[in-house]
């Protein structure tokens, strides 16, 4: 028999048998309230008509005492009676039960004639036997009939309440036969249903887990059958899938492990709990380390607390703002600098794995750097000598020498003169470059206003943006903090970015000065409407001797020097363009 179909008998059963008891007991107590209620009706109307009567009696026996009787009041008097006793008399029969009110007519009757013969002597009614004894049989039986009533009244109530009693055990045994019933429906429901399905859930558990050899219950359930059949059947083909396949990720891993131990630059993995997980080969020649250092925090495995810092940042999902310093190792008595990047490993679906650390060995890099910085700054000192001695010269002979302004000699005079200042300039450059990589370059920190600063700025070059019809912008909100920062550096920089807007941006253009505060940060950009940088260059535009665009002029060291000052006040420099729509170079400084 199929699952549902039992499933449907069963239920069934139980609310015929529960529907059944209500039905039963509905009706039983419609028949008792019914019943209940006409009873209670007619032993009331009884107690009513038996009051008047009873004072309707007693006015009459008013008026026979009277000294003057009013016969006709006393007559309508003893017609109201007739009419009271009528009505017992028609509600009897209604009945079909005797009743009181026969017998008080019958009482009646007999009163009235012994108050006509009393009437019709001379004698006092008042001291009249006879009258007197009939008016207390007649007052005695209705006296008895109010009591019958009231009898009858509490002889329903009690009747009603045995039918109550055996009603509600008559309902409370339905109850006990439906809960019996159900007790024993749930019971067969999760003996022959619920154990299989139990042991299906393991089955699936041990697949789930691996463990494809399981054991799948019967059921007597043409429905649970199926499905075990098709647990076999799935169990079935994940394993030959798993024989299948187990020998291709084997391959793939070791291709995998393969392709990281032979990167040139040293791996670390880390995982989303900042422990390491693997090194490949070129890591451990880095660092030289001979130890298994896996499952170790990174922190502790470098010897350098500050990393779980960096990486934990990463692992949130950050970004490390500030260029990162190399790392130096001792390795077999050789000092090693070691240029290292962090970023986070995310799945598909975005939250993040764990991190990956690349390592560079930038020893000889950094050598040839500083060998070429010392280079440079020797240089442009014993350049600036000389040069500096042939321009007090030369500006000395054209005090000398005067030649027409039209001429070929004025001329060619000028363009020396151009000449000197473009070679003095790059020699200044070329110092101040040096100084800063060299770290010889200090900072004089002081307090400094932001709007200042951008005003300033905007007057230096206001002639020249006249000049280019180009409308030179200030935008920033009205309260800005101030900075701590040596102003005269910031100077330099905005002055370097603003002379390359002006070079880049179209007559009738738009360069924007900008700030604004961002958490504990301040930014500052300049943006032009110029034909902007190929997304290829971007990469390289802060290099020094690097110039991009097609408006060309100095060595390439403004944008490098502007980046050096500003990672020398703790910030970050950068550029955001799209080819045809314009540039801006912003910077990020500490508050």
Partial sequence: ????????????????????????????????????????????????????????????????????????????????????ISQGLASEQEQGTPGPFAQTASDYQKFLAIYAQANSSDGNIGDNQPLSDAFNVLRNGLINGHKRALDNINAAQETAHQRAVLVSALLGLVGLAVLLIGFFTAHNIARRFGEPIEALATAADNISQGNFEVELPQSSAAELNRLTQRFATMAQVLRKHQETNVDELLTGQQRLQAVLDSIDDGLLMIDRDGRLEHLNPVAQRQLGWEDDRLGMGLGEALQRPEMDEQLALILRGGSLERALEDLNFEVDGETRLLAYSLTPVSHTEGHILGAVMVLHDVTEQRAFERVRSEFVLRASHELRTPVTG?????????????????????????????????????????????????????????????????????????EQARQSDIDLIIEHPEILPRLHAD?????????????????????????????????????????????????????????????????????????????????????????????????????????
């Fill in 487 to 591: 102003q005269a550096q910031l100077d330099r920089v905005l002055d370097n970015l603003l002379d390359n807007a002006m070079r880049h941006t179209p007559h009738s253009g738009r360069i924007r000065l900008q700030a604004r505060r961002h958490a504990e940060r301040v930014i500052i950009s300049v943006e032009d409407n110029g034909e902007g940088i190929a997304y290829g260059q971007q990469g390289r535009i802060f290099e020094p001797f690097v110039q991009v665009g097609r408006k060309k002029g100095g060595a390439g060291l403004g944008l490098a020097l502007c980046k050096e000052i500003v990672q020398l006040h703790g910030g970050r420099m950068g550029v955001y363009s799209r080819p045809g729509q314009g540039t801006q170079f912003y910077m990020t400084l500490p508050l």
């Fill in 1 to 84: 028999m199929k699952l549902r179909t039992r499933l449907f008998l069963s239920f069934s059963a139980l609310i015929t048998v529960a529907l059944l008891g209500l039905a039963l007991g509905l009706v039983s107590v419609m028949q008792l309230a019914r019943a209940q209620e006409g009873l209670i009706h007619s032993n009331f109307a009884s107690l009513d008509l038996g009051l008047k009567l009873r004072q309707n009696l007693g006015d009459q026996l008013v008026m026979m005492l009277s000294d003057h009787t009013d016969k006709v009041a006393l007559g309508n008097t003893q017609q109201q009676f007739q009419d009271l």
């Fill in 390 to 462: 042939m321009h007090m010269a030369f500006g000395l002979l054209q005090e000398r020498v005067h030649f027409a302004p039209e001429s070929r000699e004025a001329d060619l005079l000028e363009t020396v003169k151009e000449e000197m200042q473009r070679l003095m300039q790059l020699i200044n450059d070329l110092l101040n470059f040096s100084r800063y990589q060299n770290g010889l370059q200090k900072l004089v920190r002081g307090p400094c206003a932001i709007d200042d600063l951008l005003e300033r700025a905007r007057q230096r070059f206001d």
